[in-house]
């Protein structure tokens, strides 16, 4: 199997299913304040800390993640920005595909799934 790797990728190439939240505040619809805590939507589990999609750090210093679906996908956000010390902070394809993010930045994609990349072209140009 060839393993892919990808240095300052494209961000169009992220799998991340939460990436139009990042930075962003999300506020409880009947409270009005900013989320808090762990919650179960579907089968996914979401974590928020002042708003923000966070994680944080378990009894023992691991990493939790702020989002995990049932299969297997996570995304380690801090401070609701996508972000993991040393290692990928997006796991998907059942661990086939992994996003190296700093601060919100991505950084670094490894997998050994295809990509297809289609390059967009000016029509008269």
């Known amino acids: ?5 990808i ?12 990436l139009k939240y990042q930075g962003i505040t ?11 805590g762990e919650f179960n939507v579907s089968g996914d589990i979401i974590r928020f ?3 923000l999609l966070h994680g944080g750090k378990s009894p023992d210093g691991n990493d939790i993640p702020a989002f995990e679906t049932e299969d297997g996908h996570v995304e380690f956000f801090e401070n609701g920005f996508l972000h993991r010390e ?11 595909w992994e996003e190296w993010w ?4 991505l950084i670094y994609i490894r997998t050994s ?13």
């Open 113 to 125: 799934a295809k990509i297809n990349v289609e390059t967009e072209q000016t029509e008269g140009k």
């Open 7 to 18: 240095n300052n990728p494209d961000i169009k190439l992220s799998k991340c299913l939460n």
């Open 26 to 36: 999300i506020f409880n619809d009947i409270s009005k304040k900013p989320m808090n």
């Open 1 to 5: 199997m060839e393993i892919l790797e």
């Open 49 to 51: 800390k002042n708003g």
């Open 86 to 96: 040393n290692f990928p902070a997006v796991i998907s394809d059942f661990g086939d």
């Open 102 to 105: 700093n601060h919100g930045n």
